[in-house]
């Protein structure tokens, strides 16, 4: 899924009960502010993977499709194959579905699996290389979860995750609003604010390990790691600074009475679409974003 999180009730079962179909149009947002990432990702990873002709791909959480758009083309480009899309949710199930017959062409053929993550039978699958973005983290028993779905990867294959990587960053460090450093602030307060999320899930499972050890722990050899990098300039008044505020105003929503009075108030008047401060109308937001994939290959 696109990143950052966004919490309510959700269509579709969802542990950290998000409701992701309201966030739709932030995540298609999301996917073409990285569609050149995206792009990029999925050559190396077809590439890594060795796919045979014809292969099977999975794309666990898609989110609005924009992962599965980059290996749809990539499938193309090769001649075609299949991809299976994984999602509780049938809203973002349903566009991502859309972005593979889009790019895919008849030359790819697509497959829907409507389903929680942490109880699809990965078994019945027979993947030759699986994607799972920013899905792991928002189940349970991570590791539990890693083990259960390098099961759909044939042997040879490859699981790839991306979870983690630096902080997302949209703001300049001096807002001219409030004191400086405002979205580091915000980014503490987060943190604390998804440790008790995990923590109040029910039946959740530590897992103390980094994601290469997880994989390894999940049976995959030749276990590594790459990152890639999103950065984009906002224009004022853009969907991406609708994008950039909608992140901040999450972030304050979560921070609550976490912050300071004097960031509150400064939060107040810089998402006020009638303030003067107003953020979407600023000409220096941008979007910079670090991922990391951790890959590994079935044996």
């Not at 899309?85 to 062409?105: I, T, Y």
């Not at 460090?173 to 979205?183: R, S």
């Not at 108030?265 to 941008?286: C, E, I, K, T, V």
């Amino acid at each position: 899924m696109a990143p950052g999180h966004h919490h309510g009730h959700g269509h579709g079962h969802t542990h950290d009960e998000m409701d992701w179909a309201a966030r739709a149009d932030r995540l298609k947002v999301a996917d073409h502010l990285a569609a050149e990432a995206y792009a990029e990702v999925a050559q190396r990873l077809t590439a890594t993977a060795a796919l045979p002709a014809e292969p099977t791909v999975i794309d666990i959480g898609p989110g609005a499709g924009g992962m599965s758009a980059a290996l749809a083309t990539e499938l193309r480009s090769r001649g075609g194959g299949t991809v299976v899309l994984v999602d509780a949710v049938p809203e973002l199930l349903a566009l991502a579905e859309a972005a593979v017959k889009d790019h895919g062409g008849a030359e790819v053929t697509v497959r829907t699996v409507l389903g929680d993550a942490a109880e699809v039978d990965f078994g019945e699958f027979r993947a030759d290389l699986v994607w799972a973005s920013a899905v792991v983290h928002h189940l349970p028993d991570q590791q539990a979860a890693l083990t259960r779905i390098a099961k759909a990867v044939r042997p040879g294959g490859l699981l790839a995750v991306s979870e983690g990587g630096l902080e997302s960053q949209n703001l300049p460090w001096d807002l001219g609003v409030g004191d400086p450093g405002i979205e580091q602030r915000l980014h503490a307060v987060g943190a604390d604010w998804f440790a008790a999320l995990r923590a109040g899930m029910e039946g959740v499972v530590r897992m103390p390990h980094g994601w290469g050890v997880a994989l390894t722990k999940a049976g995959l050899t030749d276990v590594g790691r790459f990152s890639y990098l999103v950065d984009k300039p906002v224009a004022p008044h853009s969907d991406a600074a609708a994008y950039v505020v909608e992140r901040v105003r999450f972030m304050a929503e979560i921070a609550g009475d976490n912050l300071g009075e004097a960031d509150r108030d400064a939060l107040a008047r810089l998402l006020d679409l009638n303030s003067p401060d107003y953020l979407g109308a600023r000409d220096d937001l941008f979007v910079l974003q670090t991922r990391t994939v951790h890959h590994g290959r079935a044996g």
